[in-house]
């Protein structure tokens, strides 16, 4: 049976990390939890993806989560996260993983531009692709649609023309720009029928997906958040110190500078991005 819990928590940053949660909701089987966050514009990008991307594999490496859900900007790592964590399971936990994309030509264009330069610049994995044991009829294989290596096999589908053969038994599904998935004709939500493709596992899976939000009431991202811990990004006040979430609320329009909700002081965009990894 399953049993939801709520729980409020503020994980202020320790040894190093600077991702906090603030009323965390946990939706659990068991101890199984799903983990989703948020990330606000605004911040210094570099920072913010290195630390936000370290706090989102870890999660990925807890064995009591099974679905990851970060709602955010655009051009913030999202699949840059998606990258490490496939070269992970290449490399260090080998199995059947599932990448879905809006379109065939986004999926081929970030195979292209990302996944082959990650493959090509790490021994490790160039000598792993392509040496996956496959069903005798399809070999070894080492393509734009999919890679066997050892252990396993990746396969990368666009989600506005993929078949039900496509969405193969995995046991990790990353879903990449879920609110840009078209509902397939005569075949259902492409989110849906991909997130099927694990229950074979039963509770050893992970479901990753990663999302700018589009329409209030229609997100996909937002509806899988809001049924998760709900985690924000936090960032230190310049001045005080204290950590908080920025919002639209505290922005002064006149000179853009946020205020602070400790301290109540106003700092210009520099200011709050110096904070960025700090305290």
């Not at 379109?103 to 990650?118: G, Q």
């Not at 950590?243 to 946020?258: H, I, S, V």
Request: proline share 5%.
């Amino acid at each position: 049976m399953m049993q939801v819990r709520s729980v409020t928590s503020d994980m202020r940053p320790r040894s190093g990390k600077r991702f906090t949660r603030s009323h965390s909701s946990r939706l659990a089987i068991g101890q199984l939890r799903i983990v989703s966050l948020l990330e606000p514009s605004g911040v210094d990008t570099i920072r913010f993806v290195a630390l936000i991307n370290g706090a989102i594999q870890d999660s990925f490496n807890d064995p009591e989560v099974r679905e990851i859900t970060w709602q955010s900007a655009e051009r913030v790592g999202k699949s840059t996260v998606g990258a490490n964590i496939l070269g992970y399971v290449i490399d260090r936990e080998p199995c059947d993983l599932l990448w879905v994309m809006p379109s065939r030509e986004a999926m081929a264009d970030f195979l292209k531009d990302e996944i082959e330069p990650m493959v090509r610049a790490n021994p490790s994995l160039e000598k792993k692709i392509g040496q996956g044991r496959q069903p005798r009829q399809l070999g070894r294989t080492n393509n734009t649609r999919r890679k066997s290596f050892l252990g396993g096999t990746a396969t990368f589908v666009g989600g506005a023309s993929a078949s039900p053969s496509a969405f193969r038994t995995v046991r990790v599904v990353i879903l990449d720009e879920i609110d840009k998935l078209r509902v397939l004709p005569g075949e259902g939500d492409a989110d849906s029928l991909a997130s099927k493709r694990v229950s074979t596992y039963g509770t050893d899976f992970k479901i990753l997906r990663f999302s700018k939000p589009t329409l209030e009431g229609t997100s996909r991202i937002n509806r899988h958040f809001l049924r998760g811990s709900r985690a924000y990004y936090h960032i230190t006040c310049p001045s005080c110190g204290e950590f908080q979430e920025l919002g639209w609320a505290l922005l002064r329009f006149d000179d853009l500078c946020p205020r602070c909700t400790s301290c109540d002081g106003f700092f210009d965009q520099d200011s709050w991005q110096g904070s960025v990894g700090t305290g």
